[in-house]
């Protein structure tokens, strides 16, 4: 059977406490392909170290540097599939206002003074880009960025302002939207207050000790994200150069955007991969789920862009029979069916 490794879902995040309790789940994939989660960096849910230096040599440099396990030059041998991700600091934020504005989530006011005061290609950020990306995030304090039409969770005391909760994560991002608190926000689901639940779940002792995990009985709880990640200070703002490597070595990738998510918004996703500059193969089309429109799929040379139609940036947790049949595809080097079946 196929190995799928699933590493962090979101930077600084638990693919366990994510991946695992909330998108794939134990039965959605296993006739398909055995499921390695990966939690990383350490730190992060159940990983842990000896070295408590380690924590502070958190990076890219460190991780390629200080990696002797053959699995890192292998692991990349057939493909590689990447979901709602970060890719580019310029085209990815300057997506999320526009998917933002065109999907009424802000008002005209607001998009032309983050477009007006605003340079994403650019670290630094002026008083008036400041102002106006305040604003673009407020309206994320009563909407989920994460799934646009899905409720939030009500939480027991909703009068607690935005400062108060703890339902935030740090984590590595672009380094202008990352400043702002609407940016660290996690994702909820179909339940929105799922994230609670597992949760309480992992610090279970019986929980834990059936997953042998926690065996070092770490000094604090169990959660999704860690704060370690912005520790990591070498991220680039662009790993475009590291898809078109993979694409060039003959690797297969694969891209897939839900069309509900305003957190990485297809329309940061399209702009990116426009920026790659490659071949169209295959046009825009309709892929299908039975007889019903799944999305929409462009074949490009060596890589493959679908979207999800529906689903916020957690594609299984919104879509889940859509994204068996997206990793069904995958796996077999397939098209996905474009007429109704």
């Not at 070595?249 to 891209?255: A, F, L, N, P, S």
Request: charged share 20%; aromatic share 12%.
């Amino acid at each position: 059977m196929i190995g799928l490794i699933c590493p962090r879902v979101g930077p600084g995040c638990s693919s366990i406490g994510f991946g695992e309790a909330e998108e794939l789940g134990p039965f959605l994939m296993q006739k398909e392909a055995n499921l390695l989660f990966l939690e990383s960096p350490v730190g992060v849910g159940f990983s842990y170290t000896n070295t408590s230096s380690d924590l502070n040599s958190l990076g890219d440099k460190i991780t390629g540097s200080r990696s002797s396990n053959p699995m890192t030059s292998t692991s990349l041998e057939k493909a590689m599939q990447i979901g709602n991700a970060l890719m580019d600091d310029d085209t990815d934020q300057t997506g999320m206002v526009d998917y933002a504005w065109d999907h009424a989530v802000i008002s005209d006011r607001v998009y032309h003074d983050v477009k007006k005061s605003c340079n994403f290609s650019e670290e630094n950020v002026t008083k008036a880009c400041d102002d106006a990306l305040e604003e673009y995030f407020a309206v994320y304090d009563i909407i989920d960025m994460y799934s646009l039409y899905a409720p939030v969770c009500v939480r027991p005391n909703a009068s607690m302002s935005s400062s108060q909760r703890s339902y935030f994560v740090e984590g590595a991002s672009p380094k202008l939207f990352s400043r702002y608190s609407g940016w660290h926000q996690k994702p909820a689901g179909y339940d929105p207050c799922v994230s609670l639940y597992s949760e309480v779940y992992f610090n279970r002792e019986d929980v834990q000790e059936a997953l042998h995990a926690n065996v070092t009985k770490l000094g604090y709880n169990w959660t999704h994200c860690s704060d370690v990640i912005t520790r990591w200070n070498d991220a680039p703002a662009s790993v475009l150069p590291v898809i078109r490597k993979l694409i060039h070595g003959g690797i297969r990738v694969w891209v897939f955007s839900g069309d509900t998510d305003g957190r990485i918004p297809v329309t940061s996703t399209r702009y990116t991969l426009n920026k790659l500059g490659l071949k169209t193969t295959r046009e825009w089309t309709p892929w299908y789920d039975r007889k019903q429109v799944g999305g929409w799929t462009i074949i490009f040379d060596g890589l493959t862009f679908v979207t999800v139609r529906g689903a916020g940036h957690q594609v299984p947790t919104f879509a889940p029979r859509q994204a068996r049949q997206l990793i069904q595809h995958f796996l077999a080097d397939q098209q996905l069916p474009s007429s109704p079946f």
